[in-house]
């Protein structure tokens, strides 16, 4: 595996863990997410940050096989850009639902 993609891996991986710490710090509570404004700032930054490292690994390796991985760097754009249409529902079901699906992922090609 290059060098490069190597870092991205672990930086995504490094990512995930402030996550799951953020969950934890809210008991995996959206009302406890949704009234901590730090929380979810948080929350949008480690996203940028993984669809950032996404683009990157795509751009070495297009046939990475990462779902969804078009629309994990179109949430870093919005996120980047249009940040006035982010929710915290929206942020919630990401971290409930996608992001442990690009946990499986990772594990994986860290494996390959």
Known sequence: MQLKLLKYILDIESV????????RKTKNDFN?????????????RDLEIIGEAIRKIVEINPNTQITSAKNIIGLRN?????????????????????IPVLAN?????KKA
């Open 105 to 109: 992922e990772i594990q994986n090609l």
């Open 16 to 23: 995930i863990e402030e996550i799951e710490a953020i969950k």
């Open 78 to 98: 919005i996120i980047s850009h249009a940040y006035d249409s982010v929710e915290p529902e929206m942020l919630w079901s990401i971290i409930q639902k996608n």
């Open 32 to 44: 406890n997410f949704s009234n901590d404004i730090i929380l979810q700032r948080a929350i949008e």
